[in-house]
């Protein structure tokens, strides 16, 4: 942790804390949520003061804001203590992992990434709420690691053109078996009856 002296040239009051990538896991978007975290905790007033990096949180406030500088430090030295255990929402791990919403949410469903269980938000300025699924900060270091996105990609190119496959003879099959049935309806020459054969055979043309 690096610390700045309270009091700086202009009156003001800095203090500065690292952002180590055990916690951001190299993510720009961790990193913001990181803060948003932090400002979860802090007063309104007080959270425009706080500006960050991908490696560095920073307070900065005015002499006169004394007493508001003194009670933040704790909480944001608090938070940024605990930052590597804070849950990874989907748009972090999205960014971490560098993969799309369908992969997270296939792999998700599949279980190829399991939910560390579901959080519920309102969103600011309305009344509607969203719940999301999300994620143990390790069980997403082992796999961006271990690289498994890659494996899992592959995985779902070799399913997807099997089910291609599948899907083509599916076609092909259901296609000739309609063929037959047409063909078992079919009037054929030995069994069926011809329109005018009775007239005709009544006429002694055979004969």
Same mark, same amino acid.
Not at 149 to 154: A, F, I
Not at 171 to 185: C, D, F, G, H, V
């Given at each position: 942790?690096?610390?700045?002296?309270?009091?700086?040239?202009?009156?003001?009051?800095?203090?500065?804390?690292?952002?180590?990538?055990?916690?951001?896991?190299?993510?720009?978007?961790?990193?913001?949520?990181?803060?948003?975290?932090?400002?979860?905790?802090?007063?309104?007033?007080?959270?425009k003061a706080v500006q960050y990096d991908i490696s560095a949180v920073t307070l900065t406030m005015s002499d006169s804001s004394r007493s508001a500088f003194r009670a933040a430090v704790p909480i944001i030295t608090e938070v940024l203590a605990n930052a590597a255990t804070l849950p990874v929402i989907p748009r972090e791990i999205e960014d971490i992992l560098a993969i799309t919403s369908t992969e997270r949410r296939r792999w998700l469903e599949d279980g190829r990434l399991p939910s560390a269980g579901t959080r519920t938000v309102r969103l600011r300025g309305r009344a509607k709420e969203i719940t999301f699924?999300?994620? @143990?900060?390790?069980?997403?270091?082992?796999?961006? !690691?271990?690289?498994?996105?890659?494996?899992? $990609? @592959?995985?779902?190119?070799?399913?997807?053109?099997? !089910?291609?496959?599948?899907?083509?003879?599916? $076609?092909?099959?259901?296609?000739?078996?309609?063929?037959?049935?047409?063909?078992?309806?079919?009037p054929s020459e030995e069994g069926a009856p011809l329109d005018g054969w009775a007239e005709f055979g009544a006429d002694g043309l055979l004969r």
């Open positions: 942790m690096a610390n700045k002296p309270d009091n700086n040239d202009d009156n003001e009051l800095i203090r500065t804390w690292s952002l180590p990538s055990t916690a951001t896991m190299g993510s720009a978007v961790r990193a913001k949520g990181i803060v948003q975290e932090i400002n979860a905790h802090l007063p309104a007033p007080v959270r699924h999300v994620f @143990e900060p390790q069980i997403v270091v082992e796999v961006l !690691n271990s690289g498994s996105v890659d494996e899992w $990609r @592959e995985y779902d190119k070799e399913a997807a053109a099997e !089910n291609r496959r599948r899907a083509a003879y599916k $076609r092909k099959l259901t296609r000739t078996l309609a063929k037959q049935e047409k063909a078992k309806s079919l």
